[in-house]
């Protein structure tokens, strides 16, 4: 009698239960991440990198041309790195660094980004420009997979 009542009773209930929590992938997103253009006449970009919370990078959309990169994707952290190979390669504009790559936010409430720029006028002095999440431009992406 006592299984009889767990099965009909509380079973129903608890698949109730369970249509009522959010999935996490409806939480979840894509998104193109782009640095801000922030660039002063004059200035080239020699390295840039950003560290995101909560996230993955899912997709490497572009390289800059003769740039090398460096990417770590792990359990709850991304972060990307990146430099000229050479002084000629070093960019004028902010246009390599536009939706160059996707990355997954796994929870939005706990989801932050970080990063920098390293700019220089004459390849002898160079400065920093640090960025935080409000600066970065972040574009909806199509979820092409079910995670």
């Not at 767990?6 to 409806?26: D, F, M, N, Y």
């Not at 193109?32 to 253009?37: A, E, G, R, Y």
Request: contains cysteine.
């Amino acid at each position: 009698m006592q299984i009889r009542f767990v099965l009909l009773v509380l079973a129903p209930l608890l698949a109730a239960g369970c249509l009522c929590i959010p999935s996490t992938r409806a939480q979840s997103q894509d998104f193109l991440l782009s640095f801000p253009n922030r660039l002063k006449p004059g200035e080239r970009v020699v390295s840039f990198e950003f560290n995101a919370r909560n996230s993955d990078i899912v997709a490497v959309n572009r390289v800059p041309y003769d740039w090398g990169i460096n990417m770590l994707s792990e359990a709850a952290d991304a972060n990307m790195s990146g430099f000229p190979n050479h002084g000629a390669s070093a960019f004028q504009d902010m246009a390599p660094l536009q939706r160059f790559v996707t990355i997954h936010k796994n929870s939005s409430e706990h989801f932050d980004i970080t990063g920098s720029i390293v700019v220089t006028r004459d390849f002898e002095r160079e400065w920093t420009n640090y960025f935080t999440k409000s600066d970065f431009i972040l574009e909806g992406a199509a979820n092409k997979n079910a995670r």
